[in-house]
C-alpha cells in the first residue's frame, strides 16, 4: 500500500460523509427548528410535506460516519464518545423522537399537538448538541495514553454552547431557503421574510467563532496568521456566498438561496478543516495516529467504495423524483 | 451509594440490544416469508397469496422502521460506553459492524423501496427478486452481527499486541469456531418467530372469521414449517451447546448449574443456586442426564463453575434460569406444533377454537425464548467481553462516571419506552386493521413512482379520529 496512504482516503470519505449529513439532514433540522415560528398549521404540513421523503435517507450518513470512524479511526471514536458522552445522548434521543413524530404526526390528527412538539423539540436539541460537538472539536479533548481522561461536561463551555447555537440558526437558513425552493404562496413569503433574520444570526455567529477560535486554540492562530496563505479562500468564499444569499432573497430567486447556503457551509466545513489537518483528535492525534490497521481499512474500504455510489445514485434519483413545489394540502403520507 | 459504572454499562447495554434485538428477530424470519408468498402468487397467480404477500409487507414496513431507529443506538453504544473495548477490538468489530451498516444501506437503497412501493409498478418478476433480495439482505446483514458477536465469545484469527487485536487471518476471525452454530441456531430462531407470529395473526382472524381462505393457507403453511423446525431447532440447540461445552466450559456448567466437575450429572430441572458457598441449595434433578447428553455417555465428566476462581464466574442464577426459560418454551412449541399435526389429520385444524387461542398467545413466546437464550450466551460469558482475553472492567469507558451511566440508562429507558409504546400500539392498529378486502387495490393518491419510508408503506391511522385519512 505505498502507492496509496489509506488514511488519507479514509479521512476524505469521513469528512464527504459527514458533510452530507450535514447538508442533508441539516435543513429538516432546520424545519423542525423554525416549526413553532411558522404562521399556521397549513404550512407546517408543507415544510414537514417537503422533506418528508427524503429525512430517513439524510440520517443514514450519521449512522455510516459512526460505523466508519470505529473501523478507520478507531481513536476518533473511542475519545469522542465518551467525552461527548452526554451531548451525543441528547442527541439521539432528540433525533429518535423526530423521526418517530414525523412519521407518526401524518397518520394522527387528535395527538397531532404532542408529535409537532416532539418533532421540534428533537430537531433543536440534536441541532444544538451538533454545533457543540463542533465547538468541542475546535476545543480539543483532555486525552492521555489514547483514553479521554476529562469530564462529564467539559465538552459544554460558553465557547460551545455558542458553537451550539450557531449551528441551530446554520441549520433554520438550510431550512428557510429549502422552504422557499419547495414552496409558494404565503409559506414561501414567510421563508423569505426570515431568511435574511437568520443570515445575519449565522454571520455573527460566525464572526464571534473565527475571532473567539484563536483564542480557545493558539494551534489554530498560528495557521491562520503566522503568514498569510491561501486557506483564507474559504473563509472568503464563504463571506461571498453569504453575500449571495442575502442578494438572491432580494431578487426573490427561488433556488438560488438555498444553493448559496449550501456553498457557504461548505467553505466554512473546508475552512475548518484545514485549521486542523492532520489534526483529528486535537489536540495532538493526527490521522495516522487515530488509524486502525492498514489491512482493516483496506478490508472495509473495498465494500465502501462499491456501496456510497449506490446510496448516492439512490439519494440523486429520490430527489429527483421529488423535484417541484409541495402545494398546500397536497397529502404526503 | 457508590453508582458503579460497569454495573449500569451492562444493565443500559442489556436493556438498549434486548429491545433492539425483538425487531431484527421478528424480521428477518418475516422477509423470507414474504419472498415466499410473492413466488406463491407469481407461480399460482392465486390473489389469496398476494393479499397476504401485502399485509404482511405493511407490518414487515413498521417492524423494520423500529429496528433501524434502534439500531442507530446501538451503533454508538460502543464507543460512549466501552471505549476501551472499541479502541482494543476496532481492527475486527469496525470494519465487520460497518459492513453490516453497508449491508442494510444497500438493502434500503437498492431493493426494499421497490418491494413496500413498487407493487402494481413494476413487473411482477422485478418485484419478486426485490423481495427474495430484501430476504437474502436480511440474512446478510445478520451473518456480520453474530459473526462480530461469536469472535467475542470464540476469538480467533486474531493476536493481541499491546492492548489491541491485530488481524491475522479474517477467514478465521469472521468465521470463528462458534459461528456456524450460532448462526443456523439464530436464523431458525428468526423463521420460529416470523412462523408463530404469522400463524397466531391468522389465528386470531380466523376466531373472528376474517379472510378465511387467505388465513387458512397462511395458518397451514406456518405449521408445516413449524412442525419441522421446532424439533429441529432442538438439534441444532443441541450442537451448538456441545461446541459451547468445548469453547466456554463454565457456561455450559452455570446452564447445568453444575458446580464441581463430576461424572453421573443430573439433569436439573429446579434448583436455587447459591454462589456465595458454591453450592445448589436445593436441586430436583434427573440423575445422570446432564452427562448422557452433554458426553454421550452416563459416566461422561462434566465441567464444573468452580473450576474457574470466583472472580472469573458468571452470575449462575440468571444463567441457569434463562436457559430453562428457552428450553422449556422449546418444548412449548414443540408441543404446539405436534398438536397441529394431529389436529390436521382430524380436520379441525381451523375449527378448534382452544387450539387457535393457544396460537394467539403463542406469539410472544419466541421472542421471550430468544431473549432468554441471548440472556444465557451473554450473561454466560461474564466477566469477559471477548472470552478469555479482555474483561468487561477493562472494557468499560475510563472516564465514565456512575452518574453519567444512570442519567443515560434513564434517558434511554424514557425514550424506548414511549417510542416503543407508540410503534407497538399501531402495529397492532395495522394488524388489526386486516388485509384489504378482495379485489380491491390499495389507494394510490397520486404517489406514482415515488420512493418512500418504511414506515409510510402503513396507511393505517395512528388514532380513531381520523375518518378523512386512511
Known amino acids: 500500500m505505498e502507492m496509496f496512504d489509506l488514511s488519507v482516503i479514509w479521512a476524505i470519505i469521513i469528512g464527504f460523509g459527514v458533510i452530507m449529513y450535514v447538508l442533508m439532514d441539516g435543513f429538516d433540522l432546520g424545519l423542525g427548528i423554525l416549526y413553532p415560528f411558522a404562521p399556521d398549521e397549513e404550512s407546517r404540513d408543507v415544510m414537514m410535506n417537503s422533506v418528508a421523503p427524503v429525512w430517513d435517507g439524510n440520517e443514514t450518513w450519521l449512522v455510516l460516519g459512526g460505523a466508519g470512524l470505529l473501523g478507520a479511526f478507531p481513536l476518533v471514536y473511542s475519545v469522542f464518545l465518551p467525552a461527548l458522552y452526554i451531548g451525543v445522548f441528547l442527541m439521539l434521543a432528540g433525533l429518535i423522537f423526530r423521526g418517530v413524530a414525523f412519521e407518526f404526526r401524518f397518520k394522527s390528527r387528535k395527538n397531532r399537538r404532542w408529535w409537532n412538539r416532539a418533532f421540534c423539540w428533537g430537531s433543536a436539541v440534536a441541532a444544538f448538541a451538533q454545533g457543540a460537538v463542533v465547538g468541542a472539536y475546535i476545543q480539543g479533548f483532555a486525552v492521555e495514553d489514547f483514553a479521554y481522561v476529562g469530564g462529564a461536561l467539559d465538552w459544554l463551555t460558553p465557547f460551545t454552547v455558542m458553537t451550539g447555537l450557531g449551528l441551530m440558526c446554520g441549520y433554520a437558513l438550510l431550512g428557510s431557503t429549502w422552504l422557499i425552493m419547495k414552496s409558494e404562496g404565503h409559506v414561501q413569503e414567510w421563508a423569505y421574510r426570515i431568511t435574511p433574520i437568520l443570515l445575519a444570526a449565522v454571520l455573527a455567529v460566525f464572526m464571534a467563532v473565527s475571532l473567539w477560535t484563536p483564542f480557545v486554540n493558539p494551534d489554530v492562530w498560528e495557521r491562520w496568521f503566522s503568514n498569510i496563505q491561501l486557506i483564507w479562500i474559504f473563509p472568503a468564499l464563504a463571506l461571498a456566498f453569504a453575500f449571495l444569499v442575502y442578494r438572491s432573497v432580494q431578487k426573490r430567486s427561488e433556488g438560488l438561496p438555498f444553493v448559496a447556503t449550501l456553498g457557504m457551509f461548505i467553505f466554512t466545513y473546508l475552512g475548518l478543516i484545514v485549521s486542523k489537518w492532520p489534526v483529528i483528535v486535537p489536540p495532538n492525534y493526527t490521522i495516522w495516529d487515530a488509524a486502525s490497521a492498514p489491512e482493516s481499512q483496506l478490508f472495509l474500504l473495498i465494500g465502501t467504495l462499491f456501496v456510497i455510489p449506490i446510496v448516492l445514485t439512490y439519494t440523486a434519483w429520490t430527489y429527483w423524483v421529488f423535484r417541484g413545489k409541495v402545494k398546500v394540502g397536497e397529502g404526503y403520507h | 451509594m457508590e453508582l458503579d459504572p460497569l454495573l449500569l454499562s451492562r444493565l443500559q447495554f442489556a436493556f438498549v440490544v434486548s429491545f433492539h434485538a425483538i425487531f431484527p428477530v421478528f424480521t428477518i424470519g418475516l422477509a423470507s416469508y414474504i419472498a415466499l408468498l410473492n413466488g406463491l402468487f407469481y407461480k399460482t397467480e392465486n390473489p389469496a397469496w398476494d393479499r397476504l404477500a401485502l399485509f404482511w409487507t405493511r407490518v414487515f414496513a413498521v417492524v423494520f422502521g423500529m429496528g433501524v431507529v434502534s439500531g442507530i443506538v446501538m451503533s454508538f453504544q460502543f464507543g ?194 447459591d454462589q456465595e458457598a458454591q453450592t445448589n441449595r436445593f436441586e430436583i434433578g434427573i440423575p445422570s442426564l446432564a452427562s448422557i447428553i452433554l458426553k454421550h455417555s452416563p459416566s461422561g465428566v462434566v465441567p464444573g463453575i468452580s473450576e474457574v476462581p470466583r472472580d472469573e464466574q458468571p452470575p449462575v442464577w440468571i444463567v441457569f434460569w434463562a436457559f430453562r426459560v428457552m428450553v422449556a418454551l422449546g418444548f412449548l412449541m414443540i408441543g404446539v406444533a405436534i398438536a397441529g399435526a394431529v389436529l390436521r389429520k382430524r380436520g379441525t385444524l381451523y375449527s378448534n377454537p382452544l387450539f387457535l387461542k393457544t396460537l394467539v398467545g403463542m406469539i410472544v413466546t419466541p421472542f421471550v425464548a430468544v431473549l432468554a437464550g441471548w440472556i444465557v450466551t451473554e450473561v454466560g460469558r461474564a466477566p469477559w467481553l471477548v472470552y478469555g482475553m479482555m474483561n468487561q472492567a477493562e472494557s468499560v469507558t475510563p472516564s465514565l462516571t456512575g452518574g453519567m451511566a444512570l442519567f443515560t440508562l434513564i434517558g434511554y429507558v424514557a425514550v424506548y419506552a414511549v417510542v416503543f409504546w407508540a410503534g407497538i400500539y399501531y402495529l397492532t392498529k395495522v394488524v388489526r386493521n386486516g388485509m384489504l378486502p378482495e379485489g380491491e387495490q390499495e389507494e394510490v393518491t397520486g404517489e406514482t413512482e415515488r420512493p418512500s419510508r418504511p414506515l409510510s408503506a402503513a396507511h393505517t391511522p395512528f388514532d380513531d379520529a381520523d375518518p378523512a385519512r386512511s
Open chain 2, 80 to 273: 460512549t460506553n466501552w471505549s476501551n473495548f472499541s479502541q482494543a477490538s476496532a481492527n475486527f468489530l469496525g470494519p465487520v459492524l460497518s459492513y453490516e451498516v453497508l449491508t442494510a444501506f444497500f438493502l434500503e437503497a437498492a431493493f426494499l423501496g421497490v418491494l413496500l412501493f413498487g407493487r402494481g409498478k413494476v413487473p411482477q418478476g422485478v418485484h419478486l427478486f426485490a423481495a427474495i433480495m430484501v430476504a437474502t439482505g436480511t440474512f446478510i446483514s445478520s451473518f456480520w452481527i453474530l459473526s462480530a458477536n461469536s469472535w467475542m465469545q470464540t476469538p480467533a484469527g486474531t493476536e493481541l499486541i499491546n492492548g489491541t487485536f491485530m488481524i491475522t487471518s479474517w477467514f478465521e476471525a469472521i468465521f470463528n469456531p462458534s459461528f456456524w452454530y450460532r448462526f443456523t441456531h439464530m436464523g431458525m430462531a428468526s423463521f420460529l418467530t416470523g412462523g408463530f407470529v404469522v400463524a397466531g395473526v391468522s389465528a386470531w382472524f380466523l376466531l373472528r372469521g376474517r379472510d378465511v381462505e387467505a388465513n387458512r393457507k397462511a395458518l397451514s403453511m406456518c405449521l408445516w414449517l413449524l412442525l419441522v423446525l421446532a424439533p429441529a431447532q432442538a438439534v441444532v440447540g443441541d450442537f451448538h451447546g456441545l461446541n459451547t461445552l468445548e469453547h466456554q466450559p463454565t457456561k455450559v456448567a452455570a446452564m447445568e448449574g453444575n458446580w464441581e466437575t463430576r461424572s453421573h450429572a443430573p439433569l436439573l430441572l429446579f434448583a436455587i443456586t
